[in-house]
């Protein structure tokens, strides 16, 4: 089974810019949820998608938006970056039916804002 | 609300020594646990969860956590350390009825030979 496929896995961008990042869920995952990691305020919740509806999202400003497709895989969007956007940006796939499945994770993009 | 904490930022060991990563955790309800381990410029990897049963769980590479709920604990444990084992892990803890799990801040694992 092929595994969680996030693109791209580096990019750099100028602070003002616009960046789509892709995340392709473990085939037969219906729920999607991604990370931002930072050294210092470690790994923060973003939002979840499940069956293309968001589930759940995370105290991040509203530029910061994301969207799930009807083939699960899901796409976040960062509008008018900052530098402190710099992260490596994790998608994560469950199966979401319940909540005691363990997560799979992606390698994850790393995002370099300049 | 839920939280979990990892008191130490980083644990050195020696190869060959047993090493304990701590967690602690503070979850309504039952809680369920679980241990991540990540490698540089890598993705989350899954280790091992406790759910419900036997306090002690064992999981990947050898890794095994000992749930105890008087101390609201949930260290990870191996009996003999390598040097491949460094890396940073993540101990996360959810609640019955929320879907997100709470992550730590990570604690990074350096086994030297």
């Known amino acids: 089974k092929a595994g969680v496929t996030q693109t791209p896995r580096y990019l750099i961008k100028t602070r003002g810019q616009q960046v789509t990042l892709s995340c392709s869920p473990i085939?037969?995952?219906?729920?999607v949820s991604w990370y931002q990691q930072t050294p210092g305020q470690g790994l923060q919740f973003l939002f979840e998608y499940f069956s293309e509806t968001q589930r759940n999202k995370g105290n991040f400003p509203g530029r910061f938006s994301g969207r799930q497709f009807s083939n699960s895989r899901s796409e976040m969007n960062v509008s008018t970056l900052e530098l402190g956007d710099s992260a490596l940006y994790l998608c994560a796939s469950s199966a979401g039916q319940g909540n005691t499945g363990e997560l799979f994770f992606g390698e994850g993009s790393r995002l370099t804002v300049l | 609300a839920q939280s979990v904490a990892q008191p130490e930022d980083q644990v050195n060991v020696a190869e060959g020594n047993p090493l304990t990563v701590k967690c602690t955790y503070s979850?309504?309800?039952?809680?369920?646990l679980f241990w991540y381990v990540q490698y540089p410029n890598r993705g989350l990897q899954f280790l091992l969860k406790?759910?419900?049963?036997?306090?002690l769980v064992k999981g990947s590479y050898g890794f095994e956590a000992e749930f105890n709920k008087s101390q609201t604990s949930f260290h990870l444990k191996k009996p003999s350390a390598l040097v491949s084992d460094s890396a940073l892990y993540f101990c996360?803890?959810?609640?019955?009825?929320?879907?997100?799990?709470?992550f730590g801040r990570g604690t990074s694992l350096i086994v030297h030979p």
């Open positions: 085939s037969g995952h219906r729920s």
């Open positions: 996360a803890g959810l609640s019955g009825g929320s879907y997100i799990p709470t």
């Open positions: 406790y759910i419900t049963g036997d306090n």
């Open positions: 979850v309504s309800g039952n809680p369920y």
